[in-house]
Structures are given as structure tokens and as C-alpha cells.
């Protein structure tokens, strides 16, 4: 049966206003973004014309303001605040912030997290709250607040920055995969919550990506040198680790695309729980 001319020009017009949105002109709050995904996000989303709000920590500043010294040099429009997680008022204070300097806030991005290593035997009670208070009290703190204005405008996106340990993780990351499987069950309880709003709400499970942070864990912490990269990309499938600005694209796909909510996106180089052959 043939779908009537009327109903193929509506669907036409509206599948392509969806696929071209621009994003100019909107605003975005990237948290953990003076470096690594949370920056790399940070530029992409700056290169599509959106004004964005940089944040980190207070001792990050210095790289914060490089990144927003770039943005700005490339004539996108952005913002350094900075701030503890782990502190509500923080977190209330980076969204009223946003809110202060732009009038709006379009898309959220929750990407700060903090990975210390530990198994069950060794992780302080102490870190394992410090680890939930950043990786998922404050999205849940940030979404709270950020919804207030969403709302009003019956508009938004929310994109929560997970892990592929929230399947089960490595047995020393015990509180971080703890930490980002609730951030993906959060997520679709929201994107199922927030729908009414036309609010929506994705995540994105990143695997092994290479940033500054990665590397100094890697290689100082873990005691594992400099040579730890090249160890890593004789398993990497396609001869590399992942890149921020890979995941930066695909935040900027949940940013653009106005009919998906409720998504969670792999994004690993070969499937989750893939098993090393005998």
C-alpha cells in the first residue's frame, strides 16, 4: 500500500528539519571539560556555533582557560567556571551560572568523573563516596537543576558520559563501574521521565580512550612507563585507541538529532564483553 503524497511531504519535511538542525546559537554546560573527552566536546560543540560553558576543577583553571582562549580565538563564544562536584553547591552554582551569563542552558553534557583504582578489598569507604558523589550524585544535581529551565522551554538535551565498565568493569575499578551503571540506569529513567518535556536524555558508554588523564594513571600510577600505549594497541582492532574528538562527535549526533532519547551508545572498538580467543 502506497503512504499518500500529504503524509510522505510531512514525513519528508520533517525527517530533513531533523537532520540539518543547527545548533548555533545554543547553549551547552560540558562539565570535566578543561581537557580530555569533556574538552574535546567542548570545541566540536563550539565549531557547530554553540556557546559553551567550560568547567573543572579549580586547579585545572589554567587549562581551562586555554580552552577557552581557543574557542574564542576561532570566534565561538565561551565561558570558564570552575568548581567541586563532590559539593551540591557546586553543582547548583555551575547550571545558575550558565543560566546567568547566556539566559539559556540546550544541552547538558555530565561528563566529569573520577576513575581512582581499588577492588573490593581495598577501597576506602571514604573514596567509594567521593567516586559517587562526582561520577553520580551530580549529574543527578546538575539534571535536577538544569530541567528547571529546560522545562520552560519544553527543549532540551541531557548527555550522560558512561563507561563500558558499567556492564561489569576491571576488578580494581570496583566503585567507578559501580558508579557509571547507575549513571546509565539514571539515565534512561530520566530520558523515560522527561519525555512529557520534549527533553532528551542519551548515553554514551566510551571504551578506552587516550586523554592526559588516562595516561598519567597509566603510566605513573599503574607504574606501567611510557611504553603502556604501545602494549594497548596490539589489542586495539583498528591499530589505535579511541580519540576525544570521537566521542566528541557523537555527543554532537545526540545534540543535533531531535527524535532519540533513551539511547545508550557502545562506543568500543569491538562488542562489550568480547572475550580474548584461546
Not at 587549562?63 to 574564542?72: D, F, M, Q, T
Not at 563532590?86 to 547566556?102: D, G, I, M, P, S
Not at 539566559?103 to 547538558?108: F, P, T, V
Amino acid at each position: 500500500m502506497r503512504i499518500s503524497s500529504s503524509i510522505e511531504k510531512t514525513v519528508a519535511k520533517s525527517a530533513g528539519a531533523s537532520k540539518h538542525r543547527s545548533l548555533a546559537g545554543r547553549v551547552a554546560l560540558v562539565t570535566g571539560s578543561t581537557r580530555g573527552i569533556g574538552a574535546g566536546i567542548a570545541r566540536a560543540f563550539a565549531e557547530h556555533g554553540v556557546c559553551v560553558v567550560v568547567h573543572g576543577l579549580p586547579k585545572h583553571s589554567r587549562e581551562g582557560k586555554k580552552i577557552v582562549a581557543g574557542i574564542r580565538a576561532k570566534g565561538g563564544e565561551a565561558r570558564l567556571v570552575l568548581g567541586d562536584l563532590a559539593r551540591e553547591a557546586a553543582c547548583r552554582r555551575l547550571v545558575t551560572q550558565t543560566l546567568k551569563h547566556f539566559g539559556r542552558l540546550d544541552i547538558l553534557v555530565n561528563n566529569a568523573g573520577i576513575f581512582p583504582r581499588g577492588d573490593i578489598e581495598n577501597t576506602p569507604v571514604r573514596l567509594w563516596d567521593r567516586i559517587f558523589a562526582v561520577n553520580l550524585r551530580a549529574p543527578f544535581i546538575l539534571a535536577q537543576e538544569a530541567v528547571k529551565a529546560m522545562k520552560r522551554r519544553r527543549s532540551g538535551c541531557i548527555i550522560n558520559i558512561g563507561s563500558v565498565n558499567a556492564y561489569i568493569g576491571l576488578r580494581r575499578l570496583v566503585a567507578y563501574a559501580a558508579s557509571k551503571g547507575g549513571l546509565m540506569t539514571f539515565s534512561n529513567n530520566l530520558a523515560n521521565s522527561l519525555t512529557r518535556y520534549r527533553i532528551r536524555v542519551n548515553l554514551i558508554n566510551p571504551g578506552w580512550v587516550f586523554t592526559e588523564g588516562e595516561d598519567y594513571m597509566e603510566s605513573v600510577e599503574e607504574g606501567r612507563g611510557k611504553r603502556w600505549v604501545k602494549e594497548v594497541l596490539k589489542t586495539r582492532p583498528f591499530g589505535r585507541m579511541l580519540a576525544p574528538e570521537d566521542i566528541a562527535r557523537a555527543a554532537l549526533f545526540f545534540a543535533r538529532n531531535e527524535l532519540v532519547s533513551g539511547a545508550v551508545l557502545d562506543y568500543e572498538q569491538m562488542p562489550v564483553g568480547t572475550l580474548p580467543e584461546p
